[in-house]
């Protein structure tokens, strides 16, 4: 096995050296290795794609669909996305300059946060949240400026922002994600107003995270870009919502002015889209069977979320009643204190259930565990009765 040179190593961005371990992944793998495993892990639909979805995606392979997009999508899917926004949220995009096709919504994470700040800047990210933001920030050599916003019900509010302006006045974004991974809390639409209010006057960009706004439980989901649509980029795609992970479709939605340079970045990175899964994700967002789909999977989701909730809270963990999403982040009970990554690690070992430690998701996180419903309702209560016997053991 061929060894690198030190000194080459050396040229490695130093960035990396900053970087705070992300263990999501390595402890879903871990704990895939333990026989008879429940796994309660990761975000990731136990639904297949739609029909339709697949349909159309073999038909691009059919009709020989196989060459070089345009690099911000192709022009039946970005104006599918424009139909979306507009349906749903009420939002108005130009398909031809205010909206980008990304590699997923983690390649318009980079590429919106790589366009909007330099090395140096502040990115203020509000916490407990994907780990992903705070760790893109850190690589591309900005300070991540986590908001803890656990004594709020892990909603961020007008005066914790507030509070982070004046302790950071050059922050130069706003990471916000909701319905939130991994809180599954959103936001209320006074509570959204609120937040813009706040950031109107003000010169940052609002990233807003948006990717579970059709798995939004009781109520409507509402876009921080209706309010500030100059100042926000709105990331979303079709893996949640469409059972499509596997397919990395993803956008961001802007003003053309931030859209430009944002196309430009991601142009760079990725060239294009696949042109199948552009067909796919066409259908997904134009569709009224697109739409279908997507409420049928939200009502099994409820289900699950209901049952695991009242479930857990039988069992003495404390919980903030998810609205969206498919996580539930549930509070130890008093008893085992507030190390969560032993807790989740003697529940695999010794439970067979796997969940993730609330630790690795920022500041707030500690004391908590994550436990994905995006798995089937019997995987949701055999882990269940898993639980109960540790807990009770």
Same mark, same amino acid.
């Given at each position: 096995?061929?060894t690198?040179?030190?000194?080459i190593?050396?040229n ?6 900053r970087?705070k371990?992300?263990g ?7 704990a895939?290795?333990i ?6 892990? $990761? ?18 392979i059919e ?16 104006k599918?996305?424009?139909h ?8 108005d995009?130009d ?8 590699i997923g ?14 090395p140096g800047?502040d ?8 780990? $992903?933001?705070?760790?893109i920030t850190?690589?591309?050599g900005s ?16 005066d914790r ?6 302790d ?7 990471v916000?994600?909701?319905?939130s991974?991994?809180t599954?809390?959103t936001?209320?639409?006074?509570q ?11 010169n940052?960009v609002?990233?807003a ?10 109520g ?9 649509p100059d100042?926000t980029?709105v ?9 499509m992970t ?12 931030l859209?430009g340079?944002v196309?430009?970045t991601h ?7 696949s042109?199948?899964?552009?067909a796919?994700?066409t ?15 939200k009502a ?6 209901d049952?695991l909730?009242d479930a857990?809270?039988k $069992? ?9 999403a498919f ?5 130890l009970?008093?008893k085992f204190?507030?190390?969560d990554?032993?807790?989740a690690?003697?529940?695999a070992?010794?439970g ?10 920022g ?8 436990i994905?419903?995006a798995?089937? $309702?019997?995987?949701?209560?055999t882990?269940?009765?898993?639980i109960?016997n540790?807990v009770?053991?």
């Amino acid at each position: 096995m061929p060894t690198t040179k030190p000194a080459i190593m050396k040229n490695i961005n130093k960035n990396f050296a900053r970087l705070k371990p992300v263990g999501i992944r390595a402890f879903d793998y871990k704990a895939s290795t333990i026989p008879g495993i429940v796994k309660l892990t $990761l975000g990731e639909p136990d639904f297949n794609v739609p029909e339709p979805m697949k349909e159309a995606a073999i038909k691009s392979i059919e009709d020989n669909d196989s060459h070089y997009a345009p690099g911000n999508g192709t022009v039946e899917l970005r104006k599918a996305i424009a139909h979306f926004m507009k349906d749903r949220y009420g939002l108005d995009y130009d398909p031809d300059s205010e909206i980008a096709v990304t590699i997923g919504a983690t390649e318009g994470i980079y590429a919106s946060l790589a366009t909007v700040t330099n090395p140096g800047d502040d990115v203020l990210i509000a916490t407990p949240t994907f780990p $992903l933001y705070s760790a893109i920030t850190t690589l591309l050599g900005s300070n991540a400026i986590e908001i803890d916003t656990s004594a709020d019900d892990f909603v961020l509010t007008p005066d914790r922002l507030k509070q982070a302006l004046a302790d950071h006045p050059a922050a130069k974004a706003l990471v916000l994600n909701y319905p939130s991974n991994p809180t599954g809390v959103t936001y209320t639409r006074d509570q959204v107003k609120a937040l813009a209010d706040t950031v109107k006057d003000t010169n940052l960009v609002v990233i807003a995270d948006e990717i579970y706004s059709e798995l939004v439980y009781d109520g409507t989901h509402t876009s921080i870009a209706e309010f500030i649509p100059d100042q926000t980029l709105v990331l979303n795609g079709a893996s949640k919502s469409h059972a499509m992970t596997g397919y990395r479709i993803g956008f961001i939605a802007g003003p053309k002015e931030l859209m430009g340079p944002v196309s430009a970045t991601h142009a760079m990175m990725v060239t294009a889209a696949s042109d199948p899964a552009m067909a796919a994700a066409t259908a997904a967002f134009a569709t009224e069977a697109g739409k279908e789909a997507t409420l049928k999977m939200k009502a099994a989701y409820k289900k699950r979320r209901d049952f695991l909730v009242d479930a857990l809270r039988k $069992l003495g963990f404390t919980i903030t009643t998810p609205n969206g999403a498919f996580y539930v982040f549930a509070k130890l009970p008093e008893k085992f204190g507030a190390d969560d990554i032993k807790f989740a690690t003697d529940l695999a070992n010794e439970g067979k259930v796997a969940v993730i430690p609330g630790s690795y998701f920022g500041a707030g996180g500690q004391g908590h565990l994550r436990i994905s419903y995006a798995t089937s $309702l019997d995987n949701i209560k055999t882990a269940v009765e898993r639980i109960k016997n540790f807990v009770e053991a």
